[in-house]
């Protein structure tokens, strides 16, 4: 047996070990109750209408849902697919889209194709963890830009496209991850502005925002600037993360590229799963299955408002988002969300301190994101009251203030 | 509309675009007889099966097939799969599998993880063009190891080890694509005592050594050196490659890094797909349908192998494997494959010219991959006493003896 640690590349040695992993080990211990996690219910599967697809998929394409595809995508979800996001206001043709392996490996492919060691990205902090950890393997560097509860500040963003080389600016401009922060009508407009008159690039990521349980939908950034954004989205919560199936819609240099480098990554994706999600499109199962989603979760998004309004102490303010699969709660000074974890996970009830989600964990000490998604109203109720009792419990902990000061 | 050119990486800035795509566009022509390509007969695939698949799939599985999952693999699957190789004669347990999208995905992050630009890769040439396009987008140096008939020579690859500060060693060791050589059994053990020896790491790509058609089946390379291979395979070639079902096995440092490195990239693959191989694997689907493939192959490579004893001018020589996919043909010097190729398809018959499997290209000019198990024997026959037609009438290409002298 060899040591082969001198084999490895320069990038790998870089490379971070995914720390909420180790943290979130005990999440699967028996009796607790997660709000860890961003994982859709499962009770949010098409499960019974399966089996249907299925046979539709195998009697309708037949081999050609098993052979070798186009790196593109399999030409009838293309066609579906554009379909479904035209009638959604995002315009968008078969030809000019790309399948994924889940947006992840569109973020991935992203950084391989703009990013070399050192060059800028400029994000909102907090960011999805997602995107860090598929960027970060290209060895770039972080442009934190300030934001309000309407999305980053356009004229922090115009300042740092005038100071630093941007390669593309991140964005989740809907129910974000972790906060759960949607950007206004009016800063999308601004920032689409921005980026328009200094040629810059953002990539907008938009998982969630099919998973609307109130207010009005807004068009997506990529609509205000169709030919300086990167417009990835994913069918996991709308349909199974298990299929792993993502998609962009890019300006035809970037996209081109995108697919010469999937091309050499992974030849093409899934195509049993791409004629899978044509079926779930074309049949009309989409159309029925959505509203259930969003009347599973919109309760128990609800239920945690409303338990978070009893329970949560004074001192701590919270998100409300009009969708999406999580709150957001930052605690008054001195209050440390990892210690208030791991106090929590005493009692049973788990969370993501949200530090983690920081370029620089030491902003995001008091913070925390709780996901709804994935247990029952009444369960909600049980874990909210108990980590109410932990924070009075905990008003302030002594090791983070020691830590902080 | 703007021009991102600038925003590419230094390493999308060496980036090839797929050759042999180009000139390969001709082959959907209709009418056309294509002996290029390396994909499965679509009467290869266990269709009729695949309804009962999916409905034992969705009983057995239910929400769990279609969640997020481990990034190592659905365990279902890494048991089964460790278990069927296991019987193979290559010792696996499931915790020592790491699954791909498709084996072209573990080319890909092996890249990733060990490569640094200018990292030098030992490997045969010609060589699989799809690894030499994974490795490539990490700006690798290629090293060319002399072969026999037997595969890479002992002498010259612990000459390179000696020499080169190398990466890997990348073989393709059963039924070798573009050539069908199997490296033989003492070959193998010769370069396992030297990897061992040198402490060296080889990757044995192994997609085809299920499909052996005569002689005896050979231990993998990773049999005799364990501790320093990088196994990989797929299920592309014994169930069906639109799943995109590649795995690996590989030691313990590696294997930790790939597994990151495929968190950051994609999270993990399809898990329906895994369910659904699991399924295959263990319902003992698989036992029945590779002796089918196998029936359907061999008489195609016997058809093809005839016809070129009956057609194919003299002096030119072709290789003779026991399985695979393909056969190599090596003209006298002068000819041209590409020259070859494009006479051959103004007569409707395409195949692969060989030189684009060369790292010098002008090294394989006279060669020719031919793919024997997408077309009939009728069909076969014809195409090859087409394109022995073709040699005869261009016994030297005039543009390509220019060229070589």
Known sequence: MS????????????????????ILKVVSQPGMVSLAGGIPAPESFPIEEMYQINEAVLDRYGAAALQYDRTEGFAPFLETLAGYLTDKGIAATADELLVFNGSQSALDTLGKVLLSPGDCIALESPSYLGALSAFGVYQPRYISIASDDEGILPEALDAALERHAIKFIYLVTTFQNPTGRTMSRQRRQQIADIVKRRRALVVEDDPYSDLRYRGEALPPLHSFAPGNTVYISTLSKIFAPGLRLGFCLAPALIRDWLCTAKQSADLHSNTYAQALAAEYIGSGVIARQVPKIIALYAPRQAAMLAAMDAHIPAGYRWTKPEGGMFIWIEGPPGVDGEALYWRAVEQKVAFVPGKYFYMNPADGLPTMRLNFTRVDEAAIERAIATLGRVMRENPRDESSRKRIN
Chains 1, 2 share one sequence.
């Open 3 to 22: 040591d082969f640690q001198h084999l490895l590349s320069q990038r790998t040695q870089t490379m971070q070990r995914n720390q909420i992993r180790e």
